[in-house]
């Protein structure tokens, strides 16, 4: 009997389970910066007071007076010296 007053009370759209088109949302920030306020030289680099060669692939570099280490194999591998 519970069943019967639960299957009544459901609205008529949930009883025939019509498919609907899947929603497309757009994604919009909350907070927009600009592109320049965030450093795009130290993204995804390791910050340390002394660089290593951790592999062949990796090398060396001297720019804008600061020492880099940057690997062709491996991506991790990149590291500056502060």
């Known amino acids: 009997m519970l069943r019967a007053l639960l ?6 759209l949930a009883r025939l389970r ?5 929603h497309i949302h757009k994604f919009t ?4 910066l600009p592109t320049n306020a965030i450093p795009s ?7 340390r007071s002394s660089v290593k060669v ?4 990796c090398s060396v ?5 600061r020492v880099y280490v ?3 194999k491996n991506p991790k591998h990149k590291q500056v010296c502060n």
Do not use: E, F, N, Q
Not at 7 to 12: E, I, K
Not at 61 to 65: F, H
């Open 7 to 12: 299957a009544s009370s459901r609205p008529l």
């Open 18 to 22: 019509i498919p609907t088109l899947p």
């Open 29 to 32: 920030p909350a907070i927009s």
């Open 54 to 57: 951790m592999c062949d692939g």
């Open 61 to 65: 570099v001297k720019r804008k007076g």
């Open 70 to 72: 940057v690997c062709s």
């Open 41 to 47: 030289t130290a993204r995804g680099m390791k910050v």
